[in-house]
């Protein structure tokens, strides 16, 4: 058997989520901080025949793995951007919530690109892996990166900031998939309030630092209203006295940003058994790019 490559590919939470208003293509125009956070589903990937792309998924049916799945999406973007079709034998080991709000998908679409890539030893340059990224979705820039980023359009013109400290994040995830295109079709469709940059102060003068009273998700509002179990885990985490809490994203995940790993640990205690919980720490840049390494675990240097 051949070497193998594996990617490990963090989850973000959105720290703020501002709708700014509606483009004439339909999409939502977003002004959004995404921050990665230290949940991560792996790729594994082996050179397989020439137009060969098998995947498998643990847990088994946790996503789809046919032709919809962003893993085969993103091979065959790589197969059209270099006119041939090298084969790969893909496992992906899935632990970030699906339709949780937490951008699995995108994440693995990102890992997806950067893992073929040097599988398939194609040396693409970033400029070509960020369109390509773009074109599977509107976060999937973010993921090649990581971090803290500033996200504008549909969430896909990434601006990366300074590392924040490691807050330490607790993650509440309810059992229900919440559909994006579902939350954004039961938005008020205007007025737009204006646009408001007391959060981005500390940012944009350099600082690593957010105005968390500031902070907010505008989706958040129709999400707990038309998925209950999502305001009721928004609940339960507000009573634990974070520093700030949203849902992330969409939905389903809610989190509270607490200012240590070990406080959120704390603050988990006796939530077990109600709701899936994660308590993870968030990641700068350094931590959070997606890295591919040998199978064998022997260092492969950073894409
Ligand atoms: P979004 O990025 O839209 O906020 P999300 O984080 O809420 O998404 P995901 O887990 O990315 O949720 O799933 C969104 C949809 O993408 C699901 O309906 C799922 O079927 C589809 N999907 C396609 N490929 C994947 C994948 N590799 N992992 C998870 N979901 C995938």
Not at 196 to 208: E, F, L, M, N, S
Not at 281 to 292: H, Q, Y
Request: charged content about 25%; proline content about 6%.
């Amino acid at each position: 058997m051949p070497d193998g490559l594996i990617v490990r590919v963090p989850a973000k939470i959105n720290l703020h989520l501002e709708v700014v208003g509606r483009r004439s293509d339909g999409y939502h125009e977003l002004r959004t901080l995404f921050q990665s956070v230290d949940l991560r589903d792996t790729l594994w990937g082996w050179p397989a025949e020439e137009g060969r792309l098998d995947l498998e998924i643990e847990p088994e049916g946790s996503v789809g793995s046919g032709s919809d799945n962003l893993i085969v999406r993103a091979a065959r973007a790589l197969w059209r951007e270099i006119g041939r079709r090298p084969g790969a034998r893909l496992k992906l080991e899935k632990r970030i919530p699906v339709g949780g709000g937490m951008g699995g998908g995108s994440a693995d679409a990102a890992g997806a690109l950067i893992l073929l890539d040097r599988l398939w030893s194609l040396d693409l340059l970033p400029s070509d892996l960020c369109r390509l990224a773009a074109e599977l979705g509107s976060d999937v820039p973010f993921f090649l990166h990581g971090g803290l980023g500033f996200g504008v359009g549909r969430g896909e013109e990434v601006l990366p900031l300074d590392d924040l400290p490691p807050f330490g994040v607790l993650l509440l995830v309810p059992p229900v998939e919440v559909s994006t295109a579902e939350v954004f079709s039961r938005l008020q469709p205007g007025p737009w309030k204006r646009q408001d940059d007391r959060v981005y102060a500390g940012i944009t003068d350099g600082t690593p630092a957010i105005e968390w009273s500031a902070a907010f998700n505008d989706l958040e509002r129709v999400v707990c209203e038309g998925w209950p179990l999502v305001g009721e885990a928004l609940e339960c985490v507000k009573r634990l006295g974070p520093v700030f809490s949203t849902v992330s994203g969409s939905g389903a995940t809610v989190f509270g940003v607490f200012d240590s790993v070990d406080m959120a640990a704390q603050a988990a205690v006796g939530l077990e058994g109600q709701w899936r919980i994660e308590v993870v720490r968030m990641l700068g840049r350094t931590g959070a790019r997606p890295e591919v390494v040998l199978e064998n675990r022997r260092e492969c240097g950073n894409n």
